[in-house]
C-alpha cells in the first residue's frame, strides 16, 4: 500500500507516488465534498488509485495510503 502525497499547484491537484517516482495531475476524485473527500482518484495518464474516503477535505499537502483500483 504505497504512501501518496497529494498537493495544489496553480488551483490544479497532483497526486505524486514515492514509490514510483510519479507526480501526475489528478483528473477525478470520486468523492469530493467539504465534508467527505477520498474514494477512486483517476490520474492523468490512466492510473487509478483509492484511498479511503476522509470526513472532511484535507488541508493539502497531504500524505495518505492509497491502494491500486480499477478504471469504472
Given at each position: 500500500m504505497p504512501v501518496v502525497?497529494?498537493?495544489e499547484r496553480n488551483a490544479q491537484l497532483y497526486c505524486y507516488i514515492a514509490k514510483l517516482d510519479l507526480e501526475a495531475k489528478v483528473t477525478d476524485v470520486e468523492?469530493?465534498?467539504p465534508e467527505r473527500w477520498g474514494g477512486?482518484?483517476?490520474?492523468?495518464g490512466g492510473?487509478?488509485?483509492y484511498i479511503n474516503p476522509?470526513?472532511?477535505k484535507p488541508v493539502f499537502p497531504v500524505s495518505?495510503?492509497?491502494t491500486r483500483s480499477e478504471l469504472g
Open positions: 502525497i497529494f498537493r468523492f469530493d465534498q477512486r482518484v483517476a490520474l492523468e492510473k487509478c488509485y476522509q470526513e472532511a495518505l495510503r492509497a
